[in-house]
């Protein structure tokens, strides 16, 4: 007789369901001490349902099964000097930034996941945060791995979970996560898993990695789309999570709306880093910022919203605006990190004149009016040898930590303010959307780590550029500066000796 | 607007019997190839039916073995021994 093997449904239910027991040394609330504080009301745990329906067995299988596909490509790059054949050596500021921004954030998101998959009293919630917990600490390791072979031969990269805690920049993530992790346990679910995973993520690792591949790093893009393969199970998990918690309790509704406004006007800051390397730091390029946006937010957020009208769940508050910031938003981040370029640890430069054209193409509204004449005029500045360096210290935003660098909604001339007073003291912001953010919670932002007011404070080395970048272990000369005249530059001209000429030729 | 159903697979050889099921199966459905990856979508509802794709590859395969090519999708997922499918619908 032959035993007929279980369907996947049947596998599932057995696999995470009766895992779990009513305690009875302790208080259930004190075995679960975090999941009521919120305000989220859960009649019926088992209603949970992960549709990808994955167990722990298979997912051991196919993960190791990634994991030996990802590391064949990382040992073929490395013999074969894979560096050596990028599309041009500016290409690496994007790894650079990619691990100094974001890998440490897969591990933050690690921890969150773990925190949660502990909190949560449903088993079945409890093995898919499980399971991303592990996926997030794989995303850090090969992401580790895969970039240290670049660390090999190119600056900005070895220092990078130093500098993830101190430099100005990173505190953009690392505050973002920080956020997100201070949460409870629903409220992470809903930020990270809905906000950050379902709505955004697309936009970093889609088109990105395509462009990863398109520029010749065939290791990027190969733990970018094995990283994307647990990803797709992470947006189900965030969409899943969101709709349990609107069908579970009317009450749970505004809570989750106040969530979702909130994560997604952070996420939308978070990304503008993205859209800097999509639009400028790619040499060659896939989509604009704000074609890949129409794509991934316009389109597949605007299908799901649509589809969670029928909780009475709506499009997150400022959407419009984050829509029209699309056609901004990249260039007043790289118009920063250039005035700024002696505190990066990756490189600038302005581009060139077929980049300019790229830009004016796919920026008809704005590009030629607002920024191809900055673009002009300090590219002429560098030719002069009068190169622009911001040397004050910016003013941030309180919540997102970002310069006030953003314009106006509806007039992209003026730099847009916000204030507000709490307990005698005034904090700024750069957007209503921030604003709002802090109004809704003061007592936590006020307490955020703010770089620029810890240099004043004195907290960060010293009074003086060089005592800050030495704080931050930041190589002066090698990791900060322009592209042009870096050790970076001189390593890539020493590969391709004829690549100026060549550039020209074309 | 129709909702857009969408599945973004890795350009390769692995994936090329789904992305071949997927065209056959569902009308309408269309491409963007972009570099390592490429995104079909479908107004409402796309499927990637096992037996199509078992026709295609030769050998036996379960819906769940899409991982290893998944790089993205949209719309609610039901997944089951002989399909996996996205959609919009209720």
Redesign the interface.
Same mark, same amino acid.
């Given at each position: 007789m032959t035993v007929k093997k279980l369907g996947l449904r049947q596998r599932y239910e057995h696999m995470t369901r009766g895992l779990d027991w009513e305690t009875t040394y302790q208080k259930m609330d004190d075995v679960f001490p975090y999941d009521s504080f919120e305000g989220i009301k859960i009649k019926d745990w088992s209603a949970w349902e992960d549709p990808f329906r994955l167990t722990m067995d298979t997912y051991w299988k196919f993960q190791a099964e990634k994991e030996r596909k990802l590391y064949a490509v990382l040992d073929a790059f490395a013999q074969n000097n894979g560096q050596t054949n990028l599309s041009d050596g500016r290409y690496v500021n994007v790894v650079k930034l990619f691990l100094t921004g974001i890998s440490p954030e897969e591990y933050q998101a690690h921890r969150g996941f773990a925190f949660t998959g502990r909190h949560l009293r449903g088993a079945g919630a409890r093995v898919a945060a499980q399971m991303q917990s592990l996926d997030e600490l794989r995303h850090l390791q090969t992401q580790v791995h895969t970039i240290s072979h670049y660390n090999k031969f190119f600056d900005g990269i070895s220092e990078f979970p130093h500098m993830h805690d101190r430099v100005w920049y990173l505190s953009v993530p690392k505050s973002f996560f920080d956020d997100a992790r201070s949460a409870g346990p629903f409220e992470f679910m809903i930020a990270i898993g809905f906000a950050f995973e379902y709505l955004l993520t697309n936009l970093l690792f889609v088109p990105f990695m395509s462009g990863a591949a398109y520029n010749g790093d065939m290791s990027t893009v190969t733990f970018g789309f094995s990283a994307q393969s647990d990803e797709s199970r992470h947006m189900t998990l965030g969409i899943e999570v969101i709709k349990f918690l609107l069908e579970q309790h009317p009450d749970n509704l505004p809570i989750v709306q106040k969530w979702v406004d909130k994560w997604f006007w952070r996420g939308h800051r978070l990304l503008g880093l993205v859209a800097m390397m999509m639009d400028y730091m790619l040499p060659k390029k896939v989509m604009s910022w704000k074609e890949a946006w129409d794509i991934y937010f316009v389109e597949a957020g605007g299908s799901l919203f649509q589809d969670l009208e029928r909780y009475g769940l709506k499009m997150p508050k400022y959407a419009d605006i984050a829509t029209e910031e699309a056609e901004h938003i990249s260039h007043q981040n790289w118009a920063v990190f250039y005035q700024y370029t002696h505190a990066a640890a990756f490189h600038t430069w302005m581009p060139d004149k077929e980049h300019l054209d790229w830009l004016s193409a796919k920026y008809p509204n704005t590009f030629d009016k607002y920024y191809r004449p900055r673009w002009e005029l300090w590219a002429e500045m560098e030719k002069e040898g009068k190169r622009f360096y911001n040397m004050a210290l910016p003013q941030l935003c309180q919540t997102c930590q970002i310069p006030m660098a953003y314009t106006e909604p509806g007039n992209p001339a003026a730099i847009c303010f916000r204030a507000t007073q709490f307990q005698g003291e005034t904090y700024h912001f750069c957007s209503d959307g921030c604003k709002d953010i802090f109004d809704g919670e003061p007592e936590k932002y006020v307490q955020a780590w703010m770089p620029v007011q810890q240099i004043f404070q004195g907290n960060c080395g010293g009074a003086t550029v060089p005592d800050v970048l030495a704080w931050y272990n930041m190589n002066a000369g090698a990791d900060n500066m322009d592209y042009t005249g870096s050790p970076d530059e001189k390593i890539w001209k020493e590969w391709h000796p004829d690549a100026d000429v060549a550039r020209k030729a074309v | *607007?129709a909702?857009?159903? !969408?599945i973004?697979l #890795?350009q390769n050889d692995d994936a090329r019997p789904i992305i071949e099921a997927i065209l056959a199966d569902n009308p309408g459905v269309r491409v963007l190839n *972009? +570099?390592?990856?490429v995104?079909l979508d479908c107004d409402h509802s796309i499927t990637i039916r096992r037996a199509s794709v078992e026709e295609r590859l030769g050998r036996a395969w379960e819906?769940?073995?899409i991982? #290893?090519? @998944?790089? !993205? *999708?949209?719309?609610? @997922? =039901?997944? =089951? =021994?002989d399909h996996f499918t996205l959609s919009?619908r +209720?």
């Open positions: - | *607007m909702q857009v159903a !969408s973004t #890795l *972009m +570099h390592g990856a995104k819906p769940q073995e991982q #290893l090519v @998944l790089v !993205s *999708m949209a719309g609610n @997922l =039901d997944e =089951d =021994d919009w +209720h």
